[in-house]
């Protein structure tokens, strides 16, 4: 339960059964950080984790993978990758990186609604998930550059994304029956002609 500041050295917390569980914060000045668990990891409200430009590579294994609402990592100028079986729940996702930004999980849903959950204007979101993307209570709320997303769910979970500004879309792919809605606050959306096998725009099975 004691902060970890790694200055510009790697930082690699890993279990090989279990959760892993951070209730204070983690930081390195330029190194990378991996949080690499077996079955789940929760970052608490203290739980905050950056680095000023190293790769942030968030693994929840087997289960969900968990932020409180207040919960920040931040990559700075880095790469970062969050990756669980389980439902991955948002706090607050800030990067400056130029490049894909990669989500995937059982689901990802974010904890509070008005705030960007994912702030990271120069990124390529793309997001890969098997239980839907927010709800249409409580959209996933993103400042991102581009977006590829695809729900593999075939039953009845739902996309919805708000953007703040424009957004390029390279493809959505909604396989379950549920709600595709994505919108943007001041700003428009542009799908992009990808050619070849890649131009699917926007998909939707019902």
Known sequence: ???IDAQSKNVVLRTTSGQLSI?????????????????GWTLSAMGDVSSAGG????????????????????AGAGQLSLDAAGRVTLGQIRSSYTGQ??????????QADGIADILAPNA???????GGIGTVGNPLEIQVKNMDIWNTDIGT??????QFGSLD???????????????TISGSINVLDLGGALADGISATS
């Open 1 to 3: 339960n004691s902060a």
């Open 23 to 39: 209730n204070a914060a983690v930081s390195s000045g330029g190194g990378t950080i991996t949080l690499d668990a077996a079955a």
């Open 55 to 74: 790769v942030l590579t968030l693994d929840a294994g087997t289960g969900a993978l968990s932020m409180a609402v207040d919960t920040l990592v931040d």
């Open 101 to 110: 930004l990669t989500i995937n999980g059982g689901g990802v849903e974010a």
């Open 124 to 130: 390529n979101l793309k997001i890969t998930t098997s």
């Open 157 to 162: 979970s739902a996309i919805v994304v708000e």
């Open 169 to 183: 879309v390279s493809q959505i792919r909604q396989q379950a029956s549920g709600a595709l809605d994505i919108r």
